[in-house]
């Protein structure tokens, strides 16, 4: 049922939505203004005070104070956007409600630019400030291309081009890969576990907006002077330069701030909120790779906030961290920077992997291979990745006992690596692989990423890494790891949760179309960056020799394939969002949790607890279930629930709604083992009739609650019933015609072809024409009676009755009730009654034509007679009186009491008369 | 008819008794990780310290202030007796939790205060050592390694007493906190007795070693 009910109501009962309508966006933006603009003069004022104070000469110190002015301008603005308010009332022993809800969820885009507690705003607002930061360090990337695309300074200097590669570095690695993981696991994460919210909603808010500041801090740097140490920011070259490189010290701070508070609430919220039944072994494999990276955040993080504070003391206020004539250690920076740099690539890693176990189970259609050596593997990843971090200073001159444990740890990490690609492989061999974007780049990742991890041996292996550190090798392969690895993944990710996300489909062909760009161009690219540095092309140097002149044109050239491929995912992205087809609720037939909810979700996620009740993957085992999840009151209460029934695939034509097919199908799906999709080969012409049975059948199906969908498929019948079929596994087929001899199917000799094309087994059900025509007896299908006369054959009306069954299925009973002055026996009598029957004839040919069930008569009588009939012999929901205009019929007490509980209206036809029967549907 | 079915649901799987949510307090369980995360910040700055100590200085230790010609001296005395002073601050908190188990709101109160007035003694004393220690954050690797040790213990205990404070104005204006439900104590607390801890190891480490 999860793919047909309706959405839930944006409130769900028993939620107090909030103590007081909250302000309007103004508001927060105004005082986050005022606080910023006060920070500054605090700032000043508190500098100058304490270096008077303290007896500091001299007074003034440019450094210093910008210094104290981007820490201050930072904390005054997460104060002033409200990020503290419930705290500051908190510590003032104001009573204050932990149920205050008052800033979660949103109604309107203004919602999404203040701080919300609801995470899947957060969610939100994270994955649209990564992708700008995704931008905007692509577009350095691009710079950097332009640079190298020949010899010499041709576009910018080397200063500039330092600039150019450590803002890229920075900004991908700080601002898009590792905060883009904590928005897409902010989205799905509490609804995999079955939360309504992560545990500590209001820190979640914090978060996001420490990165605001951190993106902001660091976006803007070049504009007080580049910060060009390279991301590593190695002292002592990051000791000089200008204020830029004050800002990523402090920008690294708030981010690092950022990911520490997001890890804790992540671990917190899997530890107590999953829901009941939910134990370790069940969880989806995503929320184990995020609770193990959150546990690499937390204890990796502090290290690089260390570093970076070192770094800035040395700067700022002249410590002797690493001036070594003051007995300080350079190489220390080194030491404390990759203990936490190292564990951070997996912390740029773990999750994409979680994101593929997830994409891969789903469009496999098999249970995940090896679901625990998977969870293992990803815990030892973490614990060995802290035990490795010298491996990237093999060359730095630290204590060479150091280098071979370090190498051998390095090694080590391919086993649980390797683990995973085989996990993943051997959950492929044999399923039934679904080639959606998603899909496609799970599996161009699982391609890349092991290229990556082939070129990491070399560089973990201290004679080559000796050789190669420092040239295009590294740059190559953190590019494979990086962009191959977890790039392709956060695509992957954002393609398959999209549907949920925004509650609109993403274009399936531009998806196609930016998977292979970005493929092939991210190989072009970086691959020729191998041999690059195997020849010696020092890498971080703005120059190079003039026989690398022709690679690097090269790669200039194909990375502005991987620019195409981005600007084809963001039309796709943006044009889907706001005009994509509606997304059902489990578009993927996906397992877990976060498929049983609506999309988007309602505003708390769950309206009843779900009940966990078995493992995520197990796809492919009739009755096994994940979980069962009840809707709340305003649906009903019902159960909804992800099934594994085998699918039967159901092929008719205009014989679609017939009231044999349809009981048919509910005898079947009493059964309990049974879903059903509809195939209805059509060809344009008649696609929208087509459309119309199918709707109308699905909605009777769905009355009786009967799983089912379908599609028009314009197409040969083989061609169409193929197509589902590669996509399905189907176990068996019903295909219904007419009997021979007014089928053309059967005299295609449909039925064989199809029994042997398919190998499933096959039913054969025959309709009569004039079945396939009679009204469904259901509520769900609207029985409308159609009572006119004169105009009856005017396409106005066909139009008119066209377009109320598009709006809601129906059913028509076409009436003519013909008035005879003359004496019923007579010639003219007869032959008003022929032309009555002739106008009705066309109309309920008409209708037919255009997917509409339609029966009629010709009536002797009065339309008070006719509504009569059409209420007991019929038992039409509606009548529709039907006259020319200016030809107003009277609604007279006469047809009132006749009509009696039934809705009568009179509509009005534009009194153009066509003469071709069925013309307007092209028959 | 929902319930009925939650019942059948779990009974399905075969797999015993749904299991309930954890009983930890999320405040108390944010807290011991946040104090992990804490815990590395320390680490990073006592890696600065070691490395600086035995791999540049080697054992000539404290080393030589060249702006006296003699070597750097720390007041071992009075930072002992200090200590002292913040060690027993976590007892004074742990006897007015433990008040609190009795119902005692008034002992809770005063275990809050007294521990708050040891904090600022501890801080008072600490700020007029660096006043007249007669050596800064510049002078040395030394120095610096010192006074970022120290000035980052000394942050701390300013977060801890403001998590006190906050503690004692709920208790005192709200009438918060049960014996059985206090989590912003339970937190607060694990971050006080955390910074007690860090700072004997510190005493241990960069005082007396």
């Known amino acids: ?923 | 008819m929902t319930t009925e079915n939650i019942t059948l649901g779990t009974d399905l799987s075969g797999s015993g008794p749904v299991e309930q949510p954890r009983h930890i307090s999320q405040a108390t369980l944010v807290m011991l990780l946040f104090l992990g995360s804490e815990a590395m910040l320390f680490a990073s700055f006592f890696t600065a310290y070691f490395m600086v100590r035995f791999n540049v200085a080697d054992n000539v230790w404290p080393p030589i202030d060249p702006a006296t010609g003699k070597a750097f001296v720390l007041p071992i005395a009075v930072t002992g007796v200090n200590t002292l002073f913040l060690v027993s601050s976590s007892f004074t908190l742990w006897w007015g939790e433990h008040r609190l188990q009795h119902g005692d709101r008034k002992a809770l109160e005063r275990g809050l205060l007294v521990t708050i007035g040891l904090g600022l003694t501890f801080l008072v004393v600490q700020f007029n050592e660096y006043w007249h220690l007669g050596f800064s954050p510049q002078s040395q690797a030394f120095g610096t390694t010192f006074y970022t040790l120290t000035g980052l213990h000394g942050l701390h205990v300013i977060v801890g007493l403001c998590l006190l404070t906050i503690c004692y104005v709920r208790a005192r204006r709200r009438r918060e906190f049960q014996p059985d439900r206090a989590p912003m104590l339970w937190a607060s607390s694990l971050y006080w007795h955390f910074v007690d801890v860090v700072w004997v190891l510190l005493y241990f480490l960069v005082y007396l070693l």
């Open chain 1, 1 to 923: 049922m999860a793919t047909h009910a309706p959405t839930h109501a944006p409130s769900g009962p028993g939620h107090d939505t909030g103590h007081h309508a909250p302000p309007p966006l103004s508001h927060w933006w105004k005082r986050a203004f005022v606080w910023v603009v006060s920070s500054i003069f605090a700032a000043l004022g508190v500098t100058w005070f304490v270096r008077w104070a303290w007896g500091f000469s001299p007074l003034w110190n440019y450094e210093v104070y910008m210094t104290v002015i981007f820490a201050f301008m930072g904390i005054a603005f997460l104060i002033g956007i409200g990020c503290f308010d419930y705290w500051w009332d908190y510590l003032r022993g104001r009573k204050v409600s932990y149920e205050d809800h008052s800033m979660h969820g949103a109604t309107s885009w203004k919602d999404y630019l203040r701080p919300n507690t609801d995470h899947k705003v957060i969610g939100i607002q994270y994955l649209v400030l990564t992708f700008m930061a995704f931008v905007v360090a692509g577009l350095y990337a691009e710079g950097v291309r332009a640079q190298l695309a020949q010899p010499g300074e041709n576009f910018v200097n080397g200063q500039t081009y330092n600039g150019l590669f450590s803002m890229h570095a920075t900004v991908m690695i700080f601002g898009f890969v590792i905060p883009v993981f904590s928005g897409l696991a902010n989205y799905v994460l509490p609804l995999m576990i079955g939360a309504k919210d992560m545990a500590f909603p209001r820190l979640n808010a914090l978060s996001f907006w420490l990165l605001v500041v951190a993106a902001v801090l660091l976006i803007s740097a070049p504009a007080f002077g580049a910060f060009s140490a390279g991301w590593t920011a190695y002292p002592t070259l990051a000791l000089q330069g200008s204020t830029g490189t004050t800002m990523f010290e402090l920008a690294v701070q708030f981010a690092g701030a950022s990911t520490i508070a997001t890890a804790l609430n992540f671990m917190v919220t899997i530890v107590t909120m999953r829901a009941p039944g939910m134990t370790v072994w069940r969880m989806p494999l995503l929320v184990w790779a995020n609770a193990t990276t959150s546990a690499l955040v937390v204890f990796g993080t502090p290290f690089i906030a260390g570093s970076q504070f070192m770094n800035l003391f040395d700067r700022v206020m002249g410590t002797n961290f690493f001036n070594s004539a003051n007995g300080g250690d350079v190489l220390m920076y080194q030491h404390v920077f990759w203990f936490y740099s190292h564990p951070a690539v997996y912390i740029m890693m773990l999750p994409g992997f979680g994101i593929v176990s997830e994409v891969i189970a789903t469009f496999s259609r098999k249970p995940i291979f090896g679901y625990r050596a998977i969870a293992f593997s990803t815990v030892a990843i973490a614990i060995l990745g802290f035990g490795v971090w010298a491996h990237h200073m093999f060359v730095s001159g630290m204590a060479a006992w150091i280098r071979i444990p370090m190498m051998m740890m390095t090694v080590l990490i391919a086993v649980p690596t390797g683990i995973k690609i085989f996990s993943w492989l051997g959950t492929m061999w044999g399923g039934k692989i679904h080639l959606k974007t998603p899909m496609l780049f799970a599996m161009g990742f699982i391609v890349t990423f092991t290229i990556g991890g082939l070129s990491g041996i070399y560089l973990g292996a201290l004679p080559s890494d000796i050789a190669m550190h420092s040239t295009y090798f590294v740059v190559a392969h953190i590019h494979y790891v990086f962009f191959g690895g977890s790039v392709m993944t956060i695509f992957a990710g954002t393609y398959y949760w999209f549907p949920k996300m925004t509650g609109r489909m993403y274009n399936e062909k531009l998806g196609v179309w930016h998977f292979w760009l970005t493929f092939i161009g991210m190989n072009l690219t970086f691959f020729p960056m191998h041999w690059l540095g195997t020849q010696g092309m020092p890498r971080r140097v703005s120059d190079y020799a003039p026989r690398f002149a022709n690679v690097n044109l090269f790669i200039s050239i194909a990375s502005l394939i991987m620019v195409a491929g981005t600007i084809v995912f963001f039309y796709n992205m943006i044009w889907s969002w706001a005009k994509g087809p509606k997304a059902p609720w489990n578009p993927w037939r996906g397992r877990t949790l976060e498929w049983l909810v609506s999309s988007p979700p309602s505003l708390f996620n769950f309206d009843v607890t779900p009940q966990v009740v078995g493992g995520p993957y197990q796809y492919g085992i009739p009755g096994a279930r994940h979980a069962v999840v009840f809707a709340g009151p305003e649906l009903g209460g019902g159960e909804l629930t992800e099934t594994d029934k085998r699918l039967v695939l159901v092929v008719a034509d205009e014989a679609v709604a017939s009231a044999s097919l349809i009981e048919d199908i509910r005898r079947r799906s009493a059964e309990g083992y049974w879903r059903f999709t509809y195939v209805v080969p059509s060809n344009p012409d008649e696609h929208r009739a087509a459309e119309r049975r199918l709707h109308a059948a699905l909605a009777v199906l769905a009355e009786n609650g009967v799983e089912a969908n379908g599609t028009v498929i314009d197409a040969p019948p083989m061609q169409a019933i193929d197509s589902v079929m590669r996509e399905d596994t189907v176990h068996e087929i019903i295909l219904t015609t007419y009997p021979l001899g007014s089928s053309d199917w059967l005299d295609q000799d449909l039925v064989d072809r199809v029994r042997k094309a398919a190998g499933v087994g096959l039913t054969h059900l025959t309709v009569l024409p004039g079945e396939a025509h009679a009204a469904a007896a259901s509520v769900a299908v609207e029985k409308v009676a159609l009572i006119a006369n004169y105009g009856i054959d005017d396409a106005g009306l066909t139009d008119l009755v066209k377009s109320r069954a598009d709006a809601k299925p129906l059913s028509a009973i076409v009436l003519c009730p013909l008035s005879l002055d003359v004496p019923s026996g007579s010639p003219e009598a007869e032959d008003l009654r022929n032309e009555a029957s002739g106008r009705t004839a066309i109309l309920i040919a008409r209708l037919q034509d255009a997917g509409i069930q339609t029966r009629g008569e010709v009536l002797d009588g009065s339309v008070a007679a006719a509504v009569k009939i059409a209420r007991t012999a019929h038992r039409a929901d509606i009548a529709l009186l039907a006259t020319r205009p200016g030809d107003q019929v009277e609604i007279t007490d006469e047809i009132t009491e006749a009509a009696g509980t039934m809705t009568v209206e009179q509509v009005t036809t534009d009194g153009h008369t066509s003469t071709a029967p069925g013309a307007s549907e092209g028959r």
